[in-house]
């Protein structure tokens, strides 16, 4: 009997806390947890759809830059959009569905294909991403914040963001009239035109290094005969130029556009300093200063020949790049590269072939490794094999380049085309060998 009047007081005591703490919650929110996040899917999807101009938008990927959209919500769940991804999407406007969901909070979702989806595109042929990843974008977003300027979610993937802003009245006119792709190819002309752009900012030049595929971007200077360079900065395309939302660091400059002014343009700080971008007939940074600092390598990707490659260096890479399906090794890859990998310390190349069964994924890498001599007069390099082919299963096709390494001294420098940088590797013994290379 006293167990049971114990038991009787215990759960009454339980039963008078729950309801003063349900009191208690009632009191302070006045409204239940679902009917808070109802309230607060009602608000973002208002604000989306009632701004009357829509809204300029950038989307991070993880593999390759941002990328810059226009975007118009309707209440009927259809979204409008243009893109900076190529030139079919920065001139015809894609419609599709979306939906604000509640999924632990607001979940704007992009429900039927658009141009976002070709980031998120798994097969490499779509937008060249990782086979199954595509680029490393999203395609739906948690709400993280929203002001009355800007709503800001988060990918639920890859975390990636999506920034929305309002668009005005005569910029949601320029995006419907084709002005987006007007714009880009602008910029994209301005930087083929001058490869070597540069800014001078407290009396030193630094030099621009823009790779309109990948879109990002990044600056180096000369101080003090040392190199100094900056770390690389993802951009997207706006109506004025480009924009780099985490900024870009030149010097004490934190860069964070670049903007058209007629037909001169200018690096723009957050704070509204200019710095107008100017055009050498030669490097700043000459590229025998930056390889293995800023560049570690320069590469030769899987069935990629670059523009300025001779047709002997054609050939050499072909040699490699076209022997990996046919069984040349005595085996059957899918993907590869060569790779001349740069060690200042020991003073030494490293020539790497990778394979790859699995587009990629992984594989097996063969590697010879030179030692070299620079001669700072003529900016040439000899190379001497330090250790011959070990690892992996390409030794037998990597045996032109190989050869033509050893063959004299090679010179390195800059090549460009429609804007982005590339090395390019001569023979100076042999200079009917040109290959065009990606820097790493």
Known sequence: MILKNIFTYILGLLLLFTGCAKQEVDLLFNETPAERMGKLQAEVLAQLTEAPNGWKVYNQTLSRGNYGYF???????????????????????????????????????????????????????????????????????????????????????????????????????????????????????????????????????????????????????????????????????????????????????????????????????????KFEIKSSTSAIVPLTDLIGLKFPSIRSPYLTYFPGTSAAGLTILKRYHENLANRATGYTFNHGYLDLKWDLVNKRITLTGFASQNGGTSGWATTIVYDYTFDAATKQYTLKKRTAATGGYTAVIMDQMDAFLLSGPISLDYYFESGNAYGKIKGVSKPEVEMTLQLQ
């Not at 989806?117 to 974008?137: A, C, E, Q, Y």
């Not at 990002?216 to 480009?242: E, H, R, W, Y």
């Open 71 to 273: 975007m118009q919500f309707d209440a009927n769940n259809r979204v409008k959009m243009i893109a900076d991804i190529n030139t079919n999407s920065a001139a015809n406007m894609k419609e599709s569905a979306y939906r604000i969901r509640m999924v632990n909070g607001p979940m704007l979702g992009f429900e039927t294909h658009n141009y976002i989806h070709l980031l998120n595109d798994p097969n490499p042929g779509t937008m060249g991403g990782v086979r199954g990843d595509g680029l490393k974008s999203d395609i739906e977003f948690d709400l993280v914040k929203k002001t009355a300027d800007s709503i800001v979610f988060k990918g639920r993937r890859y975390a990636t963001d999506l920034v929305l802003t309002p668009a005005t009245a005569a910029e949601k006119a320029s995006y419907e009239k084709g002005d987006y792709l007007v714009q880009i190819e602008k910029t994209k002309a301005f930087f083929k035109s001058n490869p070597v752009a540069y800014a001078e900012i407290n009396n030193v030049k630094y030099q621009f290094f823009i790779n309109m595929n990948g879109k990002v971007l990044d600056a180096a200077s000369l101080q003090d005969g040392k190199p100094v360079f900056s770390k690389v900065s993802p951009f997207f395309f706006t109506l004025k130029g480009m924009e780099m939302p985490d900024t870009l660091k030149v010097g004490p400059a934190n860069l964070r556009n670049f903007s058209f002014e007629g037909e001169k343009i200018f690096a723009q700080t957050k704070e509204g300093e």
